[in-house]
Structures are given as structure tokens and as C-alpha cells.
């Protein structure tokens, strides 16, 4: 390498135009290339808004709330970045507007700026470059990977690019690139592409002090040569650094498409790195199973956020992995809960499999047991995830047990049956954020399991997110009955899976699976569910 350890590179992506251009796939898509080089890759998000975590959104307005091994909840483009560059993240790699202001507002409480007037320049700017700096040495990382939220022009993201601008200058430019993700929209009939919004956006960039390296145009289609040069001649940036991002048939295709224009090299000329090896072999073996399967199958899956497919991001990535791996093509049908309540279970005729996922509130919660029932009886492949989990307890607790009341005390206080209840823990807990049972903990799973077998060990390791849990009290009633719980907390307090005794596959955690999925290494449960669906 010709960098010393103590001069860490940077990559700063950017985006402008409008959100969802898939800023997060693109940063994604380079940690790849560059990890393919040999080079030890630190992604980071920003996220402008003042929430300290993405713990107390709605799915509705935000996505998924992807939960780390340490239990941080974040944004759902830490899920891309864990996936794509097959790494398990912190909490330190999401960095928030509240972080960084509740840093500075304790630092001034204690009195650490002396009495100066504390301000967003130097001092708010200063805690996002430290906060930068930190993550980046801690992992000795070659190349911190920065994606900073919303578009350019944001007033809330102004800090951020104040902070990265400051950054280029203090470190200099061979250490420091910048790309930004932009628009190429086609209009009219002609079919022609507008360069427009990419220079209004590099034009606003510029107006802060960031000339960017690369130009990631988002469009239907690749740009056209002439398209190219006109936006080079533009913006500023060098041919080969303007890059193409036509829309793929699959997320996993893009850094093969970035690699192919010749990004790769782009980067490491600008950065001055010199690549230690080459391998991106098994993420080309990954795609071709992806896109060759030998049979498709219909898996149901029964959520309450399905108008929003963000609010399952981790669910439909870990079907690809699982597709890919049994070379299955996972079609999935997506069946509002609430719908199950009025039109009932002829939803699900024709599904091969049904997933009832994670989910919180009491609205369609009848739609969802009535699908853990429909599986059960209709001997249809099942699995289900956290609420899903505890869903199938209280599905079997009144059909097979009889205990017509039974329910989760989430959603009847007052239940005479609460087969599933607050954890002790929770009883006392007044606020809302980070206050759930949260991040990867240990199970101990029965030997004679198919959950065992799906994961070929008897310890595993799975993140978690929730406040309410099978009550201990209910257990025996319901084993004996041939319910069983194979998978517990490492002390034996918790139920952690269950699997119904003579059913063909029907099984379901408290933990959820599809955040530690990856390409390579597909959620046992999932990959167990496509493979019993295609059977």
C-alpha cells in the first residue's frame, strides 16, 4: 500500500435531485469494488434528521428499523452495507443530527469549551469530523465509506457537508474523493436524456465547496456517449468519472455495472491506493444462481406495512439470498393483514409458503393469527418473525389448548389468558427509544431440531427487537399439546423458536433472522422455508 496506516482515505457520497435514487445501493456497490481490491472498507451513514436512532420511526415514513448485533437501531442502509460487504456494524457507523448535537450540548454542560459561544461552525462541524475520524481508527480502516443522507440544498444536511468540506481541506485531495449521485430523467417523446437537474445539483454542491470526483447519473437507461461529455463539460469531472446507473434487474448486478465503466480503477487512481488482490468470483457465482433458478414458488407474506415494501427490505433481500442458494426464484405475494380480517384465508390459496413477519400496534393482528392458523391446518410451509412468533403461540393457545381468550397483553391488557406478556424487565420502562430487548443475543437450540439442522449447531447467535415474550406459565400446556419450543435464551428464561410437532415445516423465532442474512450466507430459517416451499 502506499498510504501509511495513519492517513485514512475518504469517500463521501452525496446525493441531489431527489431522494430514492438508491444512494445507499451505490455506496454499497463501491465498499464492494473497493473490498474486492484487497482494501478494509468502513461504511458510515449520516442521517440528518434529529431523531438520536431510527428507533421510535414508523415503518410508513421511514423503512425498516434495521437492528445491529449491538443492539443500535439504524437505518435501513446499514442492512445494504452489512449485506453487500458481508461486515457487522455498530452503532458508531450511523451518525445522526441528535448524536452529534446531545455530544455538543453535554461537552458544553460539562464546561469543555471553556466558556466559548458554542456554534455550528467550529463546533458541530467538529464533532461530525471527530465522529468520522473515530469510526474510521477504530476499525483501522484503508477507506471510510460515507453516505450522507437526504439531497443537497437540505437545510438539516448543511453541517454534514460544511463538515466533509473542512474534512478535504484539512487532509488533502489525494485522501479524499467525492461522489455524487444525481437524475438523468428521459423526456418527451423524442426519448431524450435532460441533463438539467444534474447541473442545477453539481451547481448547489459547488456553492458549498465540494467540486465532486464521480457523477453517479441515475436513469432508466445507460447514458449516451455525448450525454457523458456534456455533463463532464458541465460539471467539471472528468470523463471516465461520470458513471452510468441504469436501472438493474437486480441490486446485486450494480457493482459489476460500476466495475464495468471502469470505476474501480477511477477510484484507486484518484485516492492513490494500489489494489492488494482481486476477487469478486463468488459474488458472480452468487448472481448466476440468482438469475438461473430451477423453479419458482409463492411465499404469502402477512404484514400490516406491505404498501411500503421498504418496511421489509430484510425480508425480501433474505429471500434472495435463500432463492439463490436453492436456486429457487422466490415470487412473493404480499397480503395486507388487515385484508385477511375482511375478505379471510382465500388470500392465501395458491402460496407455497407463508411468512407472517415483525410488526407492532394491534391493528390487523386477528389477520395475521388467522394466517399462523391457515398454515397449521393446510400443512403450507410457515414462518414466522418476532410478532409472527408470538402469534403462532396464541393462534395454537385458542384452537388447540381451547383458551378462547388467549392473546399477547399488548393487545388485551385485560386478557384472562396472556400467553404472551411484558417482559419483567420492561414493567418499569417509561420511554420509548432503544428501551426494547435489543441486538444479538445467544440461543441454545435442541440438538433433535430442524432448526438444529438448518443451522448445523446447537448455539446460535441472533439480533433481537421487542418488549414482550412467550409467558413461561403457558409452556407446558402448550408442549404437551405439540407445540415446541426448541430454541431458549441462554439461561432457559426465554422461548426463542418454536416448531410444530408432525407439520411439514412450521417454524418460527422470536429473533429476527433476515438482519443477519447475506448473499453468501442466507438466513438458515429462510433458506429452510423456499426449500420446504419447493418440495
Same mark, same amino acid.
Given at each position: 500500500?502506499?498510504?501509511?496506516?495513519?492517513?485514512?482515505?475518504?469517500?463521501?457520497?452525496?446525493?441531489?435531485?431527489?431522494?430514492?435514487?438508491?444512494?445507499?445501493?451505490?455506496?454499497?456497490?463501491?465498499?464492494?469494488?473497493?473490498?474486492?481490491?484487497?482494501?478494509?472498507?468502513?461504511?458510515?451513514?449520516?442521517?440528518?434528521?434529529?431523531?438520536?436512532?431510527?428507533?421510535?420511526?414508523?415503518? @410508513?415514513?421511514?423503512?425498516?428499523?434495521?437492528?445491529?448485533?449491538?443492539?443500535?437501531?439504524?437505518?435501513?442502509?446499514?442492512?445494504?452495507?452489512?449485506?453487500?460487504?458481508?461486515?457487522?456494524?455498530?452503532?458508531?457507523?450511523?451518525?445522526?443530527?441528535?448524536?452529534?448535537?446531545?455530544?455538543?450540548?453535554?461537552?458544553?454542560?460539562?464546561?469543555?469549551?471553556?466558556?466559548?459561544?458554542?456554534?455550528?461552525?467550529?463546533?458541530?462541524?467538529?464533532?461530525?469530523?471527530?465522529?468520522?475520524?473515530?469510526?474510521?481508527?477504530?476499525?483501522?480502516?484503508?477507506?471510510?465509506?460515507?453516505?450522507?443522507?437526504?439531497?443537497?440544498?437540505?437545510?438539516?444536511?448543511?453541517?454534514?457537508?460544511?463538515?466533509?468540506?473542512?474534512?478535504?481541506?484539512?487532509?488533502?485531495?489525494?485522501?479524499?474523493?467525492?461522489?455524487?449521485?444525481?437524475?438523468?430523467?428521459?423526456?418527451?417523446?423524442?426519448?431524450?436524456?435532460?441533463?438539467?437537474?444534474?447541473?442545477?445539483?453539481?451547481?448547489?454542491?459547488?456553492?458549498?465547496?465540494?467540486?465532486?470526483?464521480?457523477?453517479?447519473?441515475?436513469?432508466?437507461?445507460?447514458?449516451?456517449?455525448?450525454?457523458?461529455?456534456?455533463?463532464?463539460?458541465?460539471?467539471?469531472?472528468?470523463?471516465?468519472?461520470?458513471?452510468?446507473?441504469?436501472?438493474?434487474?437486480?441490486?446485486?448486478?450494480?457493482?459489476?455495472?460500476?466495475?464495468?465503466?471502469?470505476?474501480? +480503477?477511477?477510484?484507486?487512481?484518484?485516492?492513490?491506493?494500489?489494489?492488494?488482490?482481486?476477487?469478486?468470483?463468488?459474488?458472480?457465482?452468487?448472481?448466476?444462481?440468482?438469475?438461473?433458478?430451477?423453479?419458482?414458488?409463492?411465499?404469502?407474506?402477512?404484514?400490516?406495512?406491505?404498501?411500503?415494501?421498504?418496511?421489509?427490505?430484510?425480508?425480501? +433481500?433474505?429471500?434472495?439470498?435463500?432463492?439463490?442458494?436453492?436456486?429457487?426464484?422466490?415470487?412473493?405475494?404480499?397480503?395486507?393483514?388487515?385484508?385477511?380480517?375482511?375478505?379471510?384465508?382465500?388470500?392465501?390459496?395458491?402460496?407455497?409458503?407463508?411468512?407472517?413477519?415483525?410488526?407492532?400496534?394491534?391493528?390487523?393482528?386477528?389477520?395475521?393469527?388467522?394466517?399462523?392458523?391457515?398454515?397449521?391446518?393446510?400443512?403450507?410451509?410457515?414462518?414466522?418473525?418476532?410478532?409472527?412468533?408470538?402469534?403462532?403461540?396464541?393462534?395454537?393457545?385458542?384452537?388447540?389448548?381451547?383458551?378462547?381468550?388467549?392473546?399477547?397483553?399488548?393487545?388485551?391488557?385485560?386478557?384472562?389468558?396472556?400467553?404472551?406478556?411484558?417482559?419483567?424487565?420492561?414493567?418499569?420502562?417509561?420511554?420509548?427509544?432503544?428501551?426494547?430487548?435489543?441486538?444479538?443475543?445467544?440461543?441454545?437450540?435442541?440438538?433433535?431440531?430442524?432448526?438444529?439442522?438448518?443451522?448445523?449447531?446447537?448455539?446460535?447467535?441472533?439480533?433481537?427487537?421487542?418488549?414482550?415474550?412467550?409467558?413461561?406459565? @403457558?409452556?407446558?400446556?402448550? +408442549?404437551?399439546?405439540?407445540?415446541?419450543?426448541?430454541?431458549?435464551?441462554?439461561?432457559?428464561?426465554?422461548?426463542?423458536?418454536?416448531?410444530?410437532?408432525?407439520?411439514? @415445516?412450521?417454524?418460527?423465532?422470536?429473533?429476527?433472522? +433476515?438482519?443477519?442474512?447475506?448473499?453468501?450466507?442466507?438466513?438458515?430459517?429462510?433458506?429452510?422455508?423456499?426449500?420446504?416451499?419447493?418440495?
Amino acid at each position: 500500500m502506499e498510504h501509511s496506516r495513519d492517513c485514512v482515505k475518504y469517500v463521501i457520497v452525496t446525493g441531489g435531485v431527489l431522494s430514492g435514487l438508491g444512494k445507499g445501493i451505490s455506496t454499497s456497490s463501491i465498499g464492494v469494488l473497493l473490498k474486492s481490491k484487497g482494501l478494509k472498507v468502513c461504511p458510515v451513514k449520516i442521517d440528518p434528521y434529529l431523531n438520536v436512532d431510527a428507533g421510535t420511526m414508523n415503518p @410508513y415514513q421511514h423503512g425498516e428499523v434495521f437492528v445491529l448485533d449491538d443492539g443500535s437501531e439504524v437505518d435501513l442502509d446499514l442492512g445494504n452495507y452489512e449485506r453487500f460487504l458481508d461486515v457487522n456494524l455498530t452503532g458508531d457507523h450511523n451518525i445522526t443530527t441528535g448524536k452529534v448535537y446531545r455530544a455538543v450540548i453535554e461537552k458544553e454542560r460539562r464546561g469543555d469549551y471553556l466558556g466559548r459561544t458554542v456554534q455550528i461552525i467550529p463546533h458541530v462541524t467538529d464533532e461530525i469530523k471527530t465522529q468520522l475520524q473515530a469510526v474510521g481508527e477504530k476499525e483501522r480502516a484503508d477507506i471510510v465509506l460515507v453516505e450522507v443522507g437526504g439531497t443537497v440544498g437540505d437545510i438539516e444536511g448543511m453541517p454534514f457537508l460544511e463538515a466533509v468540506r473542512q474534512l478535504a481541506q484539512e487532509i488533502g485531495k489525494d485522501n479524499l474523493l467525492f461522489v455524487h449521485t444525481t437524475l438523468v430523467p428521459i423526456m418527451g417523446a423524442v426519448g431524450e436524456q435532460k441533463t438539467k437537474p444534474t447541473q442545477q445539483s453539481v451547481r448547489e454542491l459547488r456553492s458549498m465547496g465540494i467540486q465532486p470526483n464521480v457523477i453517479i447519473a441515475r436513469g432508466e437507461h445507460s447514458l449516451e456517449p455525448d450525454i457523458k461529455k456534456k455533463i463532464a463539460f458541465f460539471t467539471d469531472v472528468p470523463v471516465e468519472g461520470i458513471i452510468s446507473a441504469p436501472d438493474a434487474s437486480t441490486i446485486y448486478d450494480v457493482p459489476l455495472l460500476f466495475d464495468g465503466q471502469g470505476l474501480t +480503477e477511477y477510484i484507486l487512481k484518484t485516492l492513490r491506493l494500489k489494489p492488494k488482490d482481486e476477487d469478486m468470483q463468488e459474488w458472480k457465482a452468487f448472481l448466476e444462481n440468482l438469475k438461473n433458478p430451477d423453479k419458482e414458488v409463492t411465499i404469502a407474506l402477512v404484514g400490516k406495512y406491505t404498501h411500503l415494501k421498504d418496511s421489509y427490505i430484510s425480508h425480501i +433481500e433474505a429471500f434472495h439470498h435463500a432463492g439463490a442458494a436453492a436456486r429457487v426464484h422466490v415470487k412473493l405475494k404480499w397480503v395486507e393483514s388487515v385484508d385477511l380480517e375482511k375478505h379471510g384465508t382465500k388470500l392465501l390459496e395458491g402460496a407455497d409458503g407463508i411468512l407472517v413477519p415483525g410488526g407492532f400496534g394491534d391493528r390487523g393482528i386477528e389477520g395475521k393469527i388467522a394466517a399462523t392458523r391457515y398454515a397449521a391446518e393446510h400443512d403450507v410451509p410457515f414462518q414466522g418473525v418476532c410478532l409472527g412468533f408470538q402469534l403462532a403461540t396464541v393462534g395454537f393457545a385458542r384452537d388447540v389448548l381451547g383458551l378462547k381468550g388467549a392473546n399477547s397483553s399488548e393487545f388485551d391488557p385485560k386478557t384472562p389468558q396472556p400467553v404472551v406478556d411484558l417482559l419483567p424487565e420492561q414493567r418499569s420502562v417509561k420511554g420509548m427509544g432503544a428501551t426494547m430487548r435489543l441486538g444479538a443475543h445467544e440461543i441454545d437450540v435442541d440438538p433433535n431440531s430442524t432448526t438444529a439442522k438448518l443451522y448445523g449447531a446447537t448455539t446460535i447467535y441472533e439480533r433481537h427487537r421487542h418488549r414482550y415474550e412467550i409467558n413461561p406459565a @403457558y409452556i407446558p400446556k402448550l +408442549e404437551d399439546a405439540g407445540l415446541r419450543y426448541v430454541g431458549r435464551s441462554d439461561d432457559g428464561r426465554r422461548m426463542e423458536v418454536l416448531e410444530l410437532k408432525g407439520h411439514p @415445516y412450521f417454524v418460527a423465532s422470536q429473533f429476527h433472522p +433476515e438482519l443477519r442474512s447475506r448473499p453468501l450466507r442466507p438466513s438458515p430459517i429462510h433458506l429452510g422455508l423456499v426449500r420446504a416451499a419447493a418440495r
